[in-house]
């Protein structure tokens, strides 16, 4: 029995990426075995945001940004 096997015991059925890159070469290799391909554009859906959002989005964060710096000012 290869030591990924004893620490890995079949009860795992996804492996992790980061836990490969941070196990010892040996283990690693074997275990990208086990990773499943990426399928290029799954992980992300494609979003198509409104005019509407767009401002909102926009008004967020320019008055996240100016807020503080107002209140600022204004305890000054």
């Known amino acids: ?6 620490c890995n015991r ?3 059925d996804v492996v992790s990426p980061e836990l490969v890159l941070v196990s010892p070469p ?3 290799a074997e275990a990208r075995l086990h ?7 799954s992980y992300v859906p494609r979003v198509t945001l409104s005019r ?15 807020g ?9």
């Not at 029995?1 to 004893?6: D, E, I, Q, V």
């Open 1 to 6: 029995m290869t030591r990924a096997a004893w």
């Open 10 to 12: 079949g009860e795992v």
């Open 26 to 28: 040996e283990i690693a």
């Open 35 to 41: 990773v499943p391909e990426p399928h290029l554009g």
């Open 52 to 66: 509407r959002a767009l401002a909102m989005l926009y008004g967020c964060c320019i008055a996240g940004t100016l």
């Open 68 to 76: 503080p710096l107002v209140l600022a000012y204004a305890a000054r």
